[in-house]
Nanobody, 129 residues
Framework: QLSLAESGGGLVQAGDSLRLSCTASGRPFEKLVMAWFRQSPGKERELVATIARRGDSFTYYSDSVYGRFIISRDNDKGIAYLQMNTLKTDDTAVYYC?????????????????????WGQGTQVTVSS
C-alpha cells in the first residue's frame, strides 16, 4: 500500500527559501505522478505543482508560484521535492503531496485534485512578513 510522508515545513520570513520533501513507500516510485497542493485557512485546497513520471521539464505550476517554486523528483530515492524560493506571506499554508499511479505514460501529469488517490498528512509552511 502506497504511503506518503512530507517533511521540511517550518516558519520562515518573506523572501526566504524552503525545500519540502515527500517520501513515498509501498509502490514503485517511478510509476507515480506526483503533485504538491496547499490549503490556507478558509480557502480550498489548490494545486501548486505537478510532475510526470519522467520528471525533467514535464511539470506544471500554478500561476501563483510559477518562476519561484521548482518541483523535482529523485526516482532512485523515491522522493519528490518542492523548492520554494522568494516566499511570500500568501504562501502560508499546509502543503500536501499527492500521488497517482500512472501505468501508460511517463510524460503525463494531472492538474485535477480528484485524480490523486494517495495523500500525505501535510506539512505547515508559515511565512512571516
Amino acid at each position: 500500500q502506497l504511503s506518503l510522508a512530507e517533511s521540511g515545513g517550518g516558519l520562515v520570513q518573506a523572501g526566504d527559501s524552503l525545500r519540502l520533501s515527500c517520501t513515498a513507500s509501498g509502490r514503485p516510485f517511478e510509476k507515480l505522478v506526483m503533485a504538491w497542493f496547499r490549503q490556507s485557512p478558509g480557502k480550498e485546497r489548490e494545486l501548486v505543482a505537478t510532475i510526470a513520471r519522467r520528471g525533467d521539464s514535464f511539470t506544471y505550476y500554478s500561476d501563483s508560484v510559477y518562476g519561484r517554486f521548482i518541483i523535482s523528483r529523485d526516482n532512485d530515492k523515491g522522493i519528490a521535492y518542492l523548492q520554494m524560493n522568494t516566499l511570500k506571506t500568501d504562501d502560508t499554508a499546509v502543503y500536501y503531496c499527492a500521488a497517482k499511479e500512472e501505468f501508460y505514460s511517463t510524460a503525463v501529469y494531472y492538474k485535477e485534485e480528484r485524480i490523486y488517490d494517495t495523500w500525505g498528512q501535510g506539512t505547515q509552511v508559515t511565512v512571516s512578513s
